[in-house]
């Protein structure tokens, strides 16, 4: 079993910052994946990035590739999303989750934390 943490959402005007963590404990092998997902009311889950934890490998979205940057730090199995310069369309309930290497499918889902952007 993994458990996946998130923190770090709030209320943030556009064009701000703000960091969300995501801590990572249990079972996770070395070729392991965490991604960003966010979801907001109407609207299907939407992927952010995801970085592999042992090669610190990434993957963005289109929407937020400029804007965003998602990072390790080893020692605190901690996932972070930076998000800068952010928008009214980022408001949105974000998780992350975790998956093996090679797995398509994302097991374990965090409980999710609310970003708010305000115009």
């Known amino acids: 079993q993994v458990q996946l943490v998130e923190s770090g959402g709030g209320l943030v005007q556009a064009g701000g910052s703000l960091r969300l963590s995501c801590e990572v404990s249990?079972?996770?092998?070395?070729?392991?994946?965490v991604g960003w997902f966010r979801r907001t009311p109407g609207k299907e889950r939407e992927f952010i990035s995801s970085?592999?934890?042992?090669?610190?490998?990434?993957n963005y979205s289109d929407a937020v590739k400029d804007r965003f940057t998602i990072s390790r730090e080893k020692v605190k199995n901690t996932v972070y999303l930076q998000m800068n310069r952010v928008e009214p369309e980022d408001t949105a309930t974000y998780y992350c989750?975790?998956?093996?290497?090679?797995?398509?499918?994302?097991?374990?889902w965090g409980q999710g934390t609310q970003v708010t952007v305000s115009p």
């Open positions: 970085i592999k934890l042992n090669s610190g490998i990434t």
């Open positions: 249990g079972r996770t092998a070395s070729a392991y994946w």
């Open positions: 989750a975790g998956r093996l290497a090679g797995n398509p499918r994302y097991d374990f």
